[in-house]
């Protein structure tokens, strides 16, 4: 018998997927991106002129087949994006901080840096870029705007200690 062929592991884990929110909202950036790969919306055609009436037993399908077009076409029609929600304090103040950090990057002298150098610094680079993303899904979370900075102090330090050396080696 294994230890997921219990009752109390099978209890826990009905406990556990309880507790997972039942509702996951994507991020904001998610439905920009899927806004921008949407066709333009066509305009809808002007209705046709009734058809004369013959029977009065074709209007219930006449009736029902206008129903099933109508409910084929909103299910066509993309909706509209959400509109786009103001950045937060948190990330204002992250902008703040790239702006800085890309300041401080252009006072540096433009030395081609070495090889060596650049794993570490694209691994900074994408770090930043998790954590700017982090920051707009979690636009309240401090610990992530300390990162940031964190993040941003290395690479530049980094990136000074590279100028340093390069121009030691020329």
Known sequence: MNDHDTPAFHADLQARLRALPAERLPPAQAWQRIAT???????????AAPAPRRTARRWPL?????????VAVLMVVPTATPPTPRPSP??????????????AMASLPATRIGS??????????????????????SPRSGFLLSQLQRTYALRLELTQQAVSAAGLAS
């Open 116 to 137: 060596e150098w650049q794993p570490a610094l694209h691994e900074l680079d994408a770090s930043a870029r998790s954590i700017r993303a982090a920051i707009a899904e």
């Open 62 to 70: 006449r009736v029902g087949l206008g129903l099933a077009a109508a």
């Open 37 to 47: 790969q949407l066709p333009p919306r066509a305009a809808a055609p002007a209705p």
């Open 90 to 103: 948190l990330q204002r103040q992250a902008n703040v901080i790239a702006a800085e950090y890309q300041q």
